[in-house]
């Protein structure tokens, strides 16, 4: 059964580092998004995105992330100059396939397993 | 805007006791909800799903929630608990079907025990 796979499954920065983090959605999947969760809160939407351009952001997704899909498979989220508060489980999930007949079917977001992000 | 309420960040029951998972929604229009299971190292997993087609959903593993709008409540439930439903739960709710932003709830830790 395709899944989405993210890497790295935990990633250590110090704080003011860039750090990338890599999510390859579902092959034939249309949108992708980035969720968060800080220990012992909600997990939280970041940014949604399709047609290779942002299609939702939420007020967390500020001037320090950004997000890419620079080729046909990988869907990464950069965070430039990372804070203590950025320390979370980072998840990626994607949805919607093309019908038949070119429309879009709406359909459940599949997520990955989450890359854990420690700023010390 | 909407939000979610998971009433109890942990549960404990025993194999083959009766599993009851609350959830409790707020929404300005009708709502679609998620139920959403993950396992210890593991991604986010669909259970079940209402999109007004039916208010009691049957999901995967045995699970089901019924969506009762007078009491905006979506809770989860299982008859008989096995060892492998312990896992983190996360019920969702989104204003619109398909490819929007959710909005999760903080999860209840399930434990089962022997």
């Known amino acids: 059964e395709p899944e989405v796979t993210q890497t790295p499954s935990h990633q250590v920065t110090q704080m003011g580092q860039e750090v990338i983090l890599r999510c390859v959605p579902i092959?034939?999947?249309?949108?992708f998004y980035w969720y968060r969760q800080i220990l012992g809160q909600k997990v939280e939407f970041l940014v949604s995105?399709?047609?290779?351009?942002?299609?939702?952001k939420s007020e967390i997704f500020d001037d320090q992330f950004s997000v890419e899909r620079p080729d046909g498979s990988n869907f990464t989220l950069k965070i430039r100059s990372t804070k203590l508060e950025d320390s979370a489980m980072y998840f990626c999930?994607?949805?919607?396939?093309?019908?038949?007949?070119?429309?879009?079917?709406?359909?459940?977001?599949?997520f990955g397993p989450g890359t854990r992000l420690t700023v010390l | 805007a909407q939000s979610v309420t998971q009433l109890g960040s942990h549960v404990s029951v025993s194999e083959g006791a009766l599993v009851l998972l609350r959830c409790n929604y707020s929404?300005?229009?009708?709502?679609?909800l998620f139920w959403y299971v993950q396992y210890p190292n593991q991604g986010l997993q669909l259970l079940l799903k209402y999109t007004s087609a039916a208010t009691l959903v049957k999901g995967i593993n045995g699970f089901e929630a019924e969506f009762k709008k007078s009491e905006t409540s979506f809770h989860l439930t299982k008859p008989s608990a096995h060892m492998s439903d312990a896992a983190e739960y996360f019920c969702a709710v989104s204003d619109e079907w398909g490819n929007t932003p959710l909005v999760f709830g903080k999860g209840t830790r399930l434990s089962v025990i022997a």
């Open positions: 995105f399709y047609n290779n351009e942002i299609s939702e």
């Open positions: 999930a994607s949805s919607g396939v093309l019908s038949g007949g070119a429309d879009t079917i709406t359909d459940t977001q599949y």
């Open positions: 929404s300005s229009v009708p709502p679609y």
């Open positions: 092959s034939n999947h249309l949108y």
